[in-house]
């Protein structure tokens, strides 16, 4: 089993709609969790970092359940803009594990 | 800011040769990492580094890879020989790490590298 792993998608979604994706990772003692977001042809950027009670960004809204070891991404009310590939990274001790990503392809 | 810089942002080679990326990130930043891109197999971490010293490079290649920071605003990535599976987007990027964990990472642009 893959220590990170994530849907390759694709997501294609109405513009407006709500949508969401998980990703998974095997190692119980993970640190700390991000979402990335790449466009095509481009390098990686922060979107934002999962906390342990959850985190909102606007439209966005990031959750860890350690439980189950998994962070999830929602994206509300979703814009031509969103479309993008979303990677989730993995913090374990000196270790930075990238999900493989979500290509997301919001249609208007 | 400039942001994290890297040179060239393409390169095609033939096999056999040397390739060098460089690398320079963003100034202040205590950390840097080098990643490979590909479609079968997305983002690989390489190496990377804390204060100009190598932390993890567990995920080098080979012998082929090697990677070097002589200072806190330069690094290099070298492959010798290149060979055709080592076509890939490398990426290298930084960020600013304390002891309260890892911030953000700031991505260069890329270099596209293709060896026939």
């Known amino acids: 089993r893959k220590e990170v792993e994530q849907d390759p998608g694709p997501f294609n979604v109405p513009e407006g709609a709500t949508v969401a994706f998980n990703c998974t990772y095997s190692n119980s003692a993970s640190q700390s969790f991000f979402w990335y977001r790449q466009d095509c042809r481009k390098e990686p950027k922060l979107l934002m970092s999962v906390y342990s009670s959850g985190n909102e960004d606007g439209r966005f809204t990031a959750q860890l359940n350690r439980a189950s070891q998994y962070i999830s991404l929602l994206i509300r009310d979703s814009k031509l803009s969103d479309s993008a590939t979303y990677l989730c990274?993995?913090?374990?001790?000196?270790?930075?594990?990238f999900g493989k990503g979500t290509r997301l392809h919001i249609l208007p | 800011d400039a942001g994290v810089i890297q040179s060239p942002r393409h390169e095609v080679t033939e096999m056999g040769q040397e390739v060098t990326l460089r690398c320079k990130p963003i100034s202040g930043h205590n950390s840097l990492f080098w990643y490979r891109q590909t479609m079968m197999r997305g983002l690989e971490l390489l190496i990377y580094?804390?204060?100009?010293?190598?932390?993890?490079d567990s995920g080098m290649p080979e012998d082929r890879f090697s990677a070097k920071m002589p200072n806190a605003s330069f690094s290099t990535l070298k492959i010798q020989p290149s060979e055709p599976r080592d076509s890939a987007v490398y990426f290298c990027?930084?960020?600013?790490?304390?002891?309260?964990?890892?911030?953000?990472?700031?991505f260069g642009p890329g270099t596209r590298l293709t060896v026939t």
């Open positions: 990027a930084s960020s600013l790490e304390t002891f309260q964990g890892p911030y953000e990472q700031y």
């Open positions: 580094f804390n204060n100009n010293v190598p932390i993890d």
């Open positions: 990274v993995v913090y374990r001790d000196d270790k930075i594990i």
